[in-house]
């Protein structure tokens, strides 16, 4: 899977398989994420992926109490944008945090990341989604 | 001095009242601004060679798509070239520059804009889903993200950069409110206190509801002449200077700073050099405060104040109807009301009304110079208009 | 007289492409667009971008600054126009304004659709919306319904017939197999189009445009400053567009599109040319009837010889006035969004001698003609070689 063609649909492919990845470009060695297929930087095309340490720092945060009609059943919870050890950054939810205790989240605090199964309607369905918690 | 053919004006307006308007239909509610505008400009349909159309979202919202060649067949103006654009929030204010562009290619004289939006047909969860379309679904809708929560992370991340605090948020729906009680088209014409901000449901903290603007049905509408034609009709011209587009990633995230809106910044640049105006020349300004920050990092992109200075200024008094800079004097998208597609027509509305000096209570006086800002998404699209009454 | 040209056009594959987000379908599109003319991606200021209903089918709205960030374009202007299925040509004529009114020098027109991520019936549902949601799509009209009313009325008017609406069929499949780029690259015969399940009587499934996935991108320029991108710039001549009634209930002829008719007579006066001047044609056949039709309204034939026209094979390539080249929309695909732009771009291949074994003999100038809804939009644009 990491040979993939680094398209969004090969992405999720990674998560599934617990592997966090960004797409590098072999000659100017930017990294890209959300992964592209031309490199952002000097726009050649065939860009790889490259595994990330999955650590990082939140850059922002907040706490949804109202959400939309598919995430209603899961408020109050926290959406953080982190920036990653590899220079990048990344929104996901935050986890094993109080969602009613705000105070307790800092800006610039560690943070890991790790993986969460959404069930599907079939067990060959469910999709693995990236979370964060708290280094 | 440019040639007056170069040069665009707008030589009409027209709205609806914004809000809840269960009662009535798009087509009715498109009609009522475009007819109000007509009139506006002593202008009548067989004038009119060009339509441009404004919405963001009719196929989820009214089930509609082709908009465009709706409002040309309901408004009795076929078969004139009718386009529609979409740019989210900033779709208006896109509309406008196409209008704009329209006429400066030589191809049409007298241009009608036209935004519509008629969000309150369906329920408030499936109204935050569809607004959430217009930023990135991939990396922020589908985790849960709303449009008050990426706000909310601008938010806090200038509060802890710039020590922007609650109450300065706060302050900006209260100026919003106390503005729209003079405009007889706004959804909440009544005051607020800053208690009653603080003290309303958290949306996203630190967004609370009084910080979000609300879900509105409305219409806008303008007339755009080619300048050397502006005396054919009785619309008093305002002169558009400047008319500017930029972008910026969709995902928050992909961004080097969460606290300004580079969009805004260079839209703003270009606009200050082709207008030939700087921010001090501004007398009246209308921008996007979809949500309180947006209006606080606005403010300082746009360089009314310094960079972090957007809370301080708005807590005293700095943008205020009776301060240095006034900002939305119509009461803004908060207190006004945000049917989104027509929220840039409106706001390019307003100056005008401004700077022809007919603006009844909320007027500022001798307003000469005005800008409009519209910002789509998070600010992943941003549109100046710099208009100027001589 | 318009003065702008085409420098550089790019197209991914037209059909389904699970495989790929709407984002990476336009960006193939547009790099191949970019590269051809030589430019940068930073070397772009604007964006226009066509597409139906991103918001519908991918869950997405605001996708042209999504686009032209993924495609390298940073910070530049972007725009969606929606017109139906005539969206990429509104927004190919919206570049065209933008060069002619001295804003901007160097513009990507595009349009991408990406409709297999819905099923079959939620993608129908879609699609009607761009006709009369109140009139029309409420009763529970689709679109081929509205296209069979149109049929009806040409063959009751004219004495067309079901088999002079599966030449078309038969024809654009022949052309589509020259077309690598094309969803259907394999002939069919009458007796298959004719025999082919019946969607809305008279047309069948071999009457209908696929539901497709795709993206299309020009490059255009001043045309004063073309040649310093290319030998062989493609001449935009022409650029209109008009408008008719959303509903057909309130047209007073349903053999004939109004918005067509007017839109060509302008873009033939634009150009100074004559019907008899287009040497080939580009035209909106989302079904059969649409191409028997459009051919008339362009005044490439009298109104009820259109049937016979293509029946007699005046239309094939090779012939007096070959008509979609590229399989048009019934073979070649029909991403809605991308079609306008994709018309545009076999202009630019034919124009240039680079259409391969489609290639129309001597061809000097083209025509593209992108009707949105049933009729309700049409824009029209006239090429010519440098």
């Not at chain 2, 159309?53 to 040309?72: D, G, I, R």
């Not at chain 2, 078969?79 to 208006?92: D, F, H, L, N």
């Not at chain 2, 004097?329 to 840039?344: D, E, I, Q, R, Y």
């Not at chain 3, 025999?195 to 008279?202: G, I, K, L, N, Q």
């Amino acid at each position: 899977m990491m040979s993939s063609e680094t398209t969004i649909l090969n992405y999720q492919a990674l998560l599934n398989e617990k592997k966090l990845c960004a797409a590098e470009c072999p000659s100017c060695n930017t990294l890209m994420f959300p992964p592209r297929l031309f490199c952002a930087n000097c726009f050649r095309r065939g860009t790889r992926w490259k595994e990330l340490s999955g650590r990082g720092k939140i850059r922002s945060f907040t706490i949804i109490h109202i959400a939309s009609a598919t995430h209603a059943a899961d408020a109050p919870f926290v959406i953080v944008i982190l920036g990653l050890a590899e220079g990048i950054s990344i929104t996901a939810r935050l986890v094993g945090v109080d969602p009613l205790k705000p105070e307790d989240i800092k800006i610039g605090a560690s943070v890991v990341a790790d993986f969460e199964e959404i069930p599907g309607t079939s067990p060959d369905q469910s999709v693995t989604r990236l979370i964060f918690r708290p280094a | 001095m440019t040639d007056p053919k170069d040069r665009v004006a707008v030589i009409g307006i027209g709205q609806t009242k914004f809000g809840e308007q269960w009662d009535k239909s798009i087509r009715r509610i498109t009609l009522t601004a475009a007819g109000a505008c007509l009139v506006d400009a002593g202008v009548s349909g067989v004038d009119i060679d060009g339509l441009y159309v404004s919405n963001t979202s009719t196929s989820s919202f009214s089930k509609q798509e082709h908009q465009a060649a709706l409002a040309a067949d309901s408004g009795g103006l076929l078969p004139i070239a009718s386009t529609e654009v979409e740019a989210a929030c900033a779709s208006g204010g896109v509309a406008v520059r196409h209008a704009y562009m329209a006429i400066k290619s030589g191809e049409h004289k007298v241009v009608m804009v036209v935004g519509c939006e008629k969000m309150s047909d369906i329920s408030e969860r499936e109204i935050a889903e569809t607004l959430m379309s217009a930023a990135d679904r991939e990396w922020e809708g589908q985790i849960g993200a709303t449009f008050p929560a990426l706000f909310a992370l601008l938010a806090r991340r200038h509060m802890v950069h710039y020590g922007t605090t609650d109450e300065q948020l706060a302050a900006v729906p209260v100026k919003a409110h106390a503005n729209a009680v003079n405009n007889p088209y706004a959804q909440f014409r009544f005051k607020i206190g800053i208690d009653q901000v603080l003290r309303s449901a958290l949306v996203a903290d630190p967004l609370r509801v009084f910080h979000c603007a609300p879900i509105s049905d409305g219409a806008a509408a303008l007339i755009l002449c080619r300048g050397d034609l502006v005396e054919k009709f009785s619309g008093e011209p305002i002169w558009i200077n400047a008319s500017t587009q930029a972008s910026d990633t969709l995902a928050l995230h992909s961004r080097p700073h969460l606290t300004t809106f580079r969009a805004v910044k260079s839209a703003a640049k270009q606009a200050y050099a082709k207008a030939k105006v700087e921010p001090k020349d501004l007398d009246v300004i209308e921008i996007h405060d979809s949500f309180s920050i947006g209006e606080i990092i606005a403010t300082e992109d746009i360089g009314l104040v310094e960079k972090g200075q957007g809370g301080p200024a708005i807590e005293e008094g700095y943008t205020a109807m009776d301060g240095e800079k006034p900002v939305n004097p119509s009461g803004g998208l908060k207190a006004k009301g945000h049917p989104v597609g027509a929220t840039g027509i409106a706001q390019v509305g307003e100056i005008v009304e401004q700077l022809r000096h007919t603006a009844g209570e909320r007027q500022i006086e001798g307003a000469q110079i005005g800008l409009a800002l519209n910002l789509g998404g998070t600010g992943s699209t941003a549109v100046i208009h710099i208009l100027n009454k001589e | 007289m318009i003065n702008v040209s085409v420098v550089g056009a790019g197209q991914t594959k037209f059909g389904r492409h699970p495989e790929y987000d709407l984002r990476e379908l336009f960006s193939f599109a547009a790099v191949e667009a970019i590269e051809e003319a030589g430019i940068s991606p930073t070397d772009v200021e604007a964006a226009f971008i066509g597409n139906l209903s991103a918001d519908r089918f991918n869950n997405q709205c605001h996708i042209a600054p999504m686009m032209v960030d993924f495609a390298g374009m940073k910070g530049i202007p972007a725009t969606k126009c929606e017109a139906a299925c005539a969206s990429s040509a509104t927004a190919l004529r919206a570049a065209i304004l933008a060069i002619e009114s001295g804003i901007h020098d160097v513009v990507i027109a595009a349009g991408v659709e990406k409709m297999s991520d819905q099923p079959t019936p939620s993608v129908i549902e879609t699609l009607a919306m761009a006709a009369d949601q109140t009139f029309e799509a409420g009763p529970g009209i689709t679109f081929p319904g509205i296209f069979a009313v149109l049929a009806v009325a040409h063959m009751h008017k004219y004495g067309t017939t079901r088999e002079q609406f599966a030449s078309v069929a038969v024809k654009n499949h022949a052309n589509a197999v020259h077309n690598p780029l094309a969803q259907y690259q394999k002939e069919i015969t009458m007796e298959k189009a004719l025999s082919s399940r019946m969607v809305a009587w008279p047309l069948g499934l071999f009457d209908c445009s696929p539901i497709s996935d795709g993206a299309a991108a020009v490059v255009l320029v001043r045309t004063k400053e073309a040649r310093k991108y290319t030998d062989a710039p493609v001449k935009i001549i022409a650029s209109t567009q008009a408008s008719d009634t959303m509903n057909l209930c309130d047209r007073d002829d349903l053999s004939t599109l109004g918005a067509a008719r007017r839109a060509s007579h302008k873009a033939y006066k634009q150009a100074k040319l004559e019907p008899q001047d287009i040497d080939f044609a580009e035209v909106h056949d989302c079904f059969t009837i649409a191409e028997i039709i459009a051919t008339e309204d362009l005044g490439f034939f009298k109104p009820g010889q259109g049937g016979p026209a293509v029946e007699q094979g005046l239309t094939r390539i090779g012939a007096e006035k070959p008509i979609n080249t590229s399989g048009g929309l019934k073979a070649k695909g029909h991403p809605v969004g991308a079609t306008g732009v994709s018309q545009l771009r076999e202009l630019y291949l034919q124009l240039r001698n680079e259409a391969g074994k489609r290639q129309v003999p001597n061809a000097d100038v083209g025509l593209t003609h992108n009707v949105g809804g049933t009729g309700a939009s049409c824009a029209i644009h006239i090429a010519s070689r440098w």
